[in-house]
C-alpha cells in the first residue's frame, strides 16, 4: 500500500468516525437588523425540525482524483486539484428521491457543497426542482453560526453548488454543515443532512498579511487597509471606514434636503450608503479575477455611525507577480432630483422629454404589461412606465421604494424612491421594475433606461407626474497600494 492509500484510508476512517455523532439540537431564528424594498424581495430561509434519515459514506479511490469542482470556478478547480476538497458522499432518501452532497470544499474564505438528486431509476433531478428549506452551518455541538444562514447556488444540468460565506464569528475548525429540503418538483417529503467537515487543512495553507495602509478621499471618507488573507480558494483583503467629522456634518445636512414619505419620522443620515469599487491588477496591468460576489458579506459596525469593517475579495495571488490593490471609484447615494409631468395620451405622437440643469428625462411609454418581478402578483396586468435618462456620474437610481424598518417596533420610520401620481394627487406605489445602463452620449453622461411597474393603476390617468430625490453618484478615484506576498507557500 502506498502512502498515498494510506492518507486515503486514514481520511475515509476519519470521516466515518465523524458521521458517527449523535444528532445535534436544531436552533431558533434570529433577528437581523435591516432595510425591505419594495420591488427587491430577499427570502428568509425556514427553519424546520426534520427526521435525519440514512447517511452513507462510500468513496472510493476514483472519487478523490476526479472532483466535481471540476465544473466550477477556476480558484474551486484548483483548491481540488491541490487536495483541499473532502468527499462525503452523504445521502438522504425519501418519497423515492435521493438527495446526495457528495463532496464539500471549505476554507477561510467560504464553504462550498456539491449535491444532486436523483429518482428511483438514479437518473439526476435539475436542482431547480429541489426546494430548499433550511441551510446553517454550526459547531459539534449545535450551536448556530448564525453569519451562514445566507447562501448562494449555482445550478448546472446535474449538480447544485451551495456556497456559504466563511463564518468569521467562530474559531472552531470542525463544523457541520446542515442542509434540509422539503419538496422536489410536486412531491413534499423530507430530505435532511447532517455533515461533518473539518477546515483546518485549509487554515494552515492560508496566510494573513499586514497592509496598514490609509487614504482619505475629496468626499471624506477615510479608509484603512488593514491585512490581506490568502487562501486555497480566494484572497481577501480587510479594511475599515469611516467619514471625516466635516463629512458627517454634510451628510447630515442631506438628509434633511431628503425627509423621505414618512412626515412624522426623523431625516435619515446614509452614513453607510456608499461602494467602493477595487480591482487588483498585477505589474503588466492584467486584472485579477473579482470574487466580491462569491465572498461578499455585510459590513460590520465598529462603534460610532458611519464607521465598520469591510472586506473585498478576490482569486488567489500567484507568487510569480506582484500585485497593486486599486480604488477606482467611490459611489455614494445622495440627494438628486428629477421630474417630469405629461399626458399619457401624448405619447401617441412622440415621447416627452425634458432637459433640465443638464439632466435629461424622457418618458417613452405607459403600457399594461406582465409583471417584470417574480414576486409581483400575476393574475392582472401591471402599469408600465418607460423612461430613459441622460445623467452625468450617476450609476443608480433605485426602482422602487426603500422602507426603513424599525426592528424594535416593526414599523416603517422613513420612504424613499420613485413617486407616482396623478393630477387628483392619488400616489401609486412602485412594485416592480428594471433598471439598465446602456451606455454614453455624446456629452459622456450615462444613458439610464428604466421600467417603472404599479399593479396599483388599473387604468390610465389624465395626467401623471414622476419624481426622484435619490440617486447614487459616483466619484472616480486613483489610490494604488502594493499587496504583499507570502514569502513561501505553506
Sequence with gaps: MTNLDKEITQTLKKVAGELDQPNFAMPAAYKRKRSRLLGTWVL?????CVLLLTISVSPTFADYVKSLFDG?????????QK???QKVNASVTDRGYTLEIEEILADPMRIVAVYSIKDQQNNFIHPDKFHISNVEVTDLKGKVIKETKIYQLEKQENYGYLTLKKPGETEE??????FEGNQIDSVKGNWALKIPFDLEKTTKASQVLAIDKTYTTPQGLQINLNSIMQSPTAARVDYETK????AKKRLVEESKQVKGKVDSADPYVRYDDFKLNFHVENEKGEKVNDLTRALDSPSKAVGEQGHSNR????????????????LDSLEKTEPYELGVSFEPKQLAEKPVRVDKDGKTIEIKSVTFDEPLNEASPKNEKHATILLEAYLKDISYINIADTILMDDDTNKIINRFGWTIKDEKGKIYDVTGGDFKMIGKDEQGRNHIRMKLQSYEMKELPQKLSLTSELARKSYDLDWKVPLPMPKEDK
Design 243 to 246: 467619514w471625516t467629522e466635516e
Design 44 to 48: 428568509p430561509v425556514s427553519i424546520s
Design 83 to 85: 487536495g483541499f476538497s
Design 173 to 178: 475548525q470542525k463544523l457541520v454543515l446542515q
Design 311 to 326: 472586506s473585498y475579495g478576490f482569486a488567489p495571488l500567484s507568487p510569480d507577480h506582484q500585485y497593486m490593490l486599486v
Design 72 to 80: 466550477s470556478d477556476k480558484e474551486l478547480q484548483y483548491a481540488a
